[in-house]
């Protein structure tokens, strides 16, 4: 039987999707799923290290995310938003051209200019302007893609006034947060912000889960994965192997392949912290070596569905994503999309919070 997208769909209620982290990080719930099995155990997330066996290595995503979502105004007067994308280097070193979403659309045609005022989208109109966007092209494929050129203004530099005028763009189902920022930041994040979206399962973690991880003999390493907006976005093709997965660069140090070489060499596991991760691992996996390879500023559009085969993730911790997502793809490939499934509604009938601040998903 052909593989649907339908396959993956299931009745998400408005309620259960979480609009705000638990409190402590580590005490939101855990569903363990035991992919060979299907047994199911509730637990809370701060009990992980009862599954994990020393020696085990942890490996997570470290990107930070970046005040992406700027709010300002065109000449006219009229509101115009813009998600900033990646850096489009190749058009200019400086790093002040962006690919961007823009809105509304429409009105944004080559040579728009947009002014952001000190203080973002609550600033008076007469704050001074710290920043001005002139959309340079179209994006090709993408509804509302431009290519824009910022441009400080005054003393300010391009990184002060994205951080001056930005905020960090939260999921389009949370609609109504305005708790600390902070609180969509993983604990262990570089200082570098590069994503659009946070790698959600490792918001779970708190230095005092992680010291204690670290005292059992679990090993900790990390890879980089910039989080793109796409990854919000839903397979609409009826045949997801049509499904144009979106690219993201990522980073895979030398020092991490040596370690998930070790702990396979010691009959250990080697856990992903999230999809993210998982994508990262499976993509420097390189078939004509038949082992893993260090990567730098690579890119992958890796897309992991049931039929897949996993090289180098043995368990991951993950959340629970939306319907008819590649994410759930992703978790039906490594657990079998019937166990996925009826883990998804196991949680639903416990009420379990859904989504980027809900209960996260132990997969062994």
Request: charged content about 25%.
């Given at each position: 039987?052909?593989?649907?997208?339908?396959?993956?769909?299931?009745?998400?209620?408005?309620?259960?999707?979480?609009?705000?982290?638990?409190?402590?990080?580590?005490?939101?719930?855990?569903?363990?799923?035991?992919?060979?099995?299907?047994?199911?155990?509730?637990?809370?997330?701060?009990?992980?290290?009862?599954?994990?066996?020393?020696?085990?290595?942890?490996?997570?995503?470290?990107?930070?995310?970046?005040?992406?979502?700027?709010?300002?105004?065109?000449?006219?007067?009229?509101?115009?938003?813009?998600?900033?994308?990646?850096r489009?280097?190749?058009?200019?070193?400086?790093?002040?051209?962006?690919?961007?979403?823009?809105?509304?659309g429409?009105?944004?045609?080559?040579?728009?200019?947009?002014?952001?005022?000190?203080?973002?989208?609550?600033?008076?109109?007469?704050?001074?302007?710290?920043?001005?966007?002139e959309?340079?092209?179209?994006?090709?494929?993408?509804?509302?893609?431009?290519?824009?050129?910022?441009?400080?203004?005054?003393?300010?530099?391009?990184?002060?006034?994205?951080?001056?005028?930005?905020?960090?763009?939260?999921?389009?189902?949370?609609?109504?947060?305005?708790?600390?920022?902070?609180?969509?930041?993983?604990?262990?994040?570089?200082?570098?912000?590069?994503?659009?979206?946070?790698?959600?399962?490792?918001?779970?973690?708190?230095p005092?889960?992680?010291a204690?991880?670290?005292?059992?003999?679990?090993?900790?390493a990390?890879?980089?994965?910039?989080?793109?907006?796409?990854t919000?976005?839903?397979?609409?093709?009826?045949?997801?192997?049509?499904?144009?997965?979106?690219?993201?660069?990522?980073?895979v140090?030398?020092?991490?392949?040596?370690?998930?070489?070790?702990?396979?060499?010691?009959?250990?596991?080697?856990?992903?912290?999230?999809?993210?991760?998982?994508?990262?691992?499976e993509?420097?996996?390189?078939?004509?070596a038949?082992?893993?390879?260090?990567?730098?500023?690579?890119?992958?559009?890796l897309?992991?569905?049931?039929?897949s085969?996993?090289?180098?993730?043995?368990?991951?911790?993950?959340?629970?994503?939306?319907?008819?997502?590649?994410?759930?793809?992703?978790?039906s490939?490594?657990?079998?999309?019937?166990?996925?499934?009826?883990?998804?509604?196991?949680?639903?009938?416990?009420?379990?919070?859904?989504?980027?601040?809900?209960?996260?998903?132990?997969?062994?």
């Open positions: 039987m052909s593989m649907r997208t339908d396959d993956f769909d299931y009745d998400l209620p408005d309620e259960l999707i979480a609009q705000a982290p638990m409190e402590p990080r580590d005490q939101c719930r855990l569903l363990v799923l035991h992919k060979d099995t299907g047994k199911m155990e509730h637990r809370t997330f701060c009990d992980v290290g009862d599954y994990l066996n020393p020696g085990d290595l942890l490996v997570a995503n470290r990107t930070r995310v970046l005040p992406a979502r700027l709010v300002g105004r065109k000449p006219t007067g009229g509101l115009a938003e813009t998600l900033l994308l990646r489009r280097e190749d058009l200019d070193p400086l790093g002040q051209v962006w690919e961007c979403l823009v809105h509304p429409k009105r944004l045609r080559q040579g728009a200019v947009i002014e952001y005022r000190a203080g973002g989208m609550l600033a008076a109109t007469t704050a001074p302007v710290v920043l001005v966007a959309v340079l092209d179209f994006v090709e494929g993408s509804r509302g893609g431009r290519v824009v050129r910022f441009s400080p203004q005054g003393e300010w530099s391009l990184d002060e006034a994205i951080h001056e005028v930005g905020n960090v763009p939260l999921p389009p189902y949370i609609t109504d947060y305005k708790g600390d920022p902070e609180k969509y930041q993983t604990v262990y994040a570089m200082k570098e912000e590069h994503s659009a979206a946070a790698p959600t399962a490792g918001l779970h973690f708190t005092q889960l992680m204690s991880l670290r005292a059992q003999g679990i090993r900790w990390e890879v980089e994965l910039e989080v793109g907006i796409d919000f976005r839903l397979v609409e093709e009826d045949d997801p192997t049509k499904h144009v997965i979106h690219t993201e660069r990522y980073h140090g030398p020092e991490v392949v040596e370690a998930v070489q070790a702990t396979h060499e010691a009959g250990k596991r080697v856990v992903a912290v999230g999809t993210t991760s998982v994508r990262s691992l993509s420097a996996w390189d078939d004509a038949g082992k893993m390879v260090a990567r730098k500023d690579a890119q992958t559009n897309f992991l569905m049931p039929g085969e996993f090289h180098v993730v043995d368990a991951m911790i993950t959340n629970f994503h939306v319907p008819r997502s590649t994410l759930m793809m992703l978790v490939a490594f657990a079998t999309r019937e166990h996925i499934m009826a883990a998804y509604q196991e949680a639903i009938a416990r009420r379990y919070r859904m989504l980027s601040f809900g209960d996260a998903m132990l997969i062994l």
